[in-house]
């Protein structure tokens, strides 16, 4: 499902992570640069509209897909969870570009929710996207008949500049049904009974919650007795997933540490949160539920009943690895990709702490005119690359008597690869400077 604890170390997977923005402030940034008629994109060309909000940046991620470049971390982390469900269909390579009903409405996302905005999403145009998250794909994958599948993926998301967001980060999603009848029952009983008994013995504690309740509801049409198993298989089979994971270093002095919460989706229910205690601290891993069978009626599924998760790939990366910067995913310095070997999971070492190079940026936004702080964050990843650690808004006023409203943002450059120069900086800080003035109108103070 749209399982968004997320491309960061701090965003969930499931369900969407958004910025807290008033509704009436969830509309495109009025640009005043022209756009392009016409994008080409995966060799195809696209006519653009008022919803275009695509970048150079981000389009030149797209043909990359990092899960399937061998030995690459992302890769190792993709092959050790396929590896636990051998018997899967496994599925990762799939187009980034959708159209919205397929990205929301197949999933029975409100006509309302904060992710169709141009604030929070890549748009081609009004009738085609760039995926959110891997559940965009999972009508289509029950439709074909799947029923035991791991889908993994790039997606992409509009948000800020630091060490632990990237607007690409990559996703896990897995399901199972099963047939709603007798011998569905029996199917579940058996392997429940199965998951138990390994469980049973290994090195793990788990903190569980009830499979139903009042908060967390069985569906209308589905039998509460055999939902509440699916629900116990979904948890069995995470905690075999999370022990696979996590479990290498633990030991019944030390054993491994599961939490189970509840939660709230508006695709699964009953729906649940996955946390892991790691080096002392509980971090949250995954999202998950009883797959709501609207969604199983989108895909012309009859008499079934299943569950799905979804992970971030980055996140879990960032943990078993020791990869302090997200960015880092993306580097292509021997020194970094040199270090890593498929099916091995290794130590990062760092090869370089280069230094920071501050620089603030202030601007008046004229009347009528409106930046989203992810269209800042995107100009400025468009103009520097990779070369920006983070963004900070630092101030904002209004004036008392102009009503005019002014922005200071302060960007820390810091490459991963080499020092940067001052001149340098100061270079790309004026590129920033004349982009937003001609996209934007802005006036910098």
């Given at each position: ?42 060799g195809?060309?696209?006519?653009t ?16 897909q ?27 390579s ?7 009903f ?50 993994t ?13 990237y607007?690409?980060f ?12 007798a ?6 009983e ?8 390994h ?52 030991s ?23 946390e892991?205690m790691?080096q ?11 797959v ?143 982009r ?10």
């Amino acid at each position: 499902m749209v399982f968004r604890l997320g491309a960061s170390v701090t965003r969930k997977v499931f369900p969407l992570r958004r910025l807290t923005i008033p509704r009436h402030r969830r509309k495109a940034s009025t640009q005043t640069s022209a756009r392009p008629q016409h994008l080409e994109i995966l060799g195809t060309k696209y006519l653009t509209d008022e919803f275009t909000n695509i970048t150079p940046a981000i389009i030149s991620k797209l043909p990359l897909q990092l899960h399937n470049q061998p030995s690459h971390p992302l890769s190792t982390l993709r092959g050790l969870i396929e590896s636990h469900y051998p018997d899967y269909a496994h599925l990762s390579s799939l187009s980034p570009l959708v159209t919205p009903f397929k990205n929301f409405d197949e999933l029975s996302f409100p006509k309302d929710h904060p992710g169709r905005s141009v604030t929070d999403s890549y748009y081609i145009n009004k009738n085609m996207m760039l995926r959110t998250h891997t559940s965009t794909h999972e009508v289509e994958t029950f439709r074909r008949g799947e029923t035991k599948w791991l889908l993994t993926a790039d997606v992409y998301r509009r948000d800020e500049i630091d060490g632990s967001h990237y607007p690409v980060f990559h996703q896990v999603e897995g399901a199972r049904i099963f047939d709603a009848n007798a011998s569905g029952v029996k199917e579940v009983e058996e392997d429940n009974e199965r998951l138990s008994r390994h469980l049973s013995l290994s090195n793990i504690i788990i903190e569980d919650i009830p499979h139903i309740s009042p908060a967390n509801p069985v569906q209308p049409s589905h039998d509460p007795a055999f939902s509440e198993l699916v629900a116990k298989n979904l948890k069995l089979s995470l905690n075999s997933l999370m022990l696979q994971i996590f479990g290498g270093n633990a030991s019944k002095q030390e054993p491994l540490r599961v939490r189970w919460i509840e939660a709230y989706f508006p695709f699964t229910s009953p729906s649940f949160e996955v946390e892991v205690m790691f080096q002392g601290k509980w971090l949250e891993i995954l999202g998950c539920g009883v797959v709501r069978q609207a969604t199983l009626d989108t895909a012309g599924v009859e008499n079934k009943i299943g569950w799905a998760f979804g992970l971030g790939l980055e996140r879990i990366a960032m943990i078993l690895y020791s990869i302090p910067d997200i960015r880092l995913f993306w580097s292509t310095d021997p020194r970094f990709l040199s270090q890593f070997e498929q099916g091995k999971i290794t130590t990062f070492r760092p090869y370089s702490k280069y230094p920071s190079c501050f620089k603030d940026i202030s601007f008046w936004v004229p009347q009528g005119i409106s930046i989203h702080e992810n269209d800042f964050c995107d100009l400025v990843r468009d103009t520097a690359g990779d070369v920006v650690e983070d963004v900070k808004k630092i101030d904002f006023f209004v004036h008392p008597k102009t009503q005019r409203t002014s922005f200071c943002y302060r960007i820390n450059y810091r490459s991963m690869d080499r020092s940067l120069s001052n001149n340098e900086v100061n270079h790309i800080q004026a590129q920033v400077a004349t982009r937003l003035k001609g996209q934007f109108d802005v006036e910098i103070r």
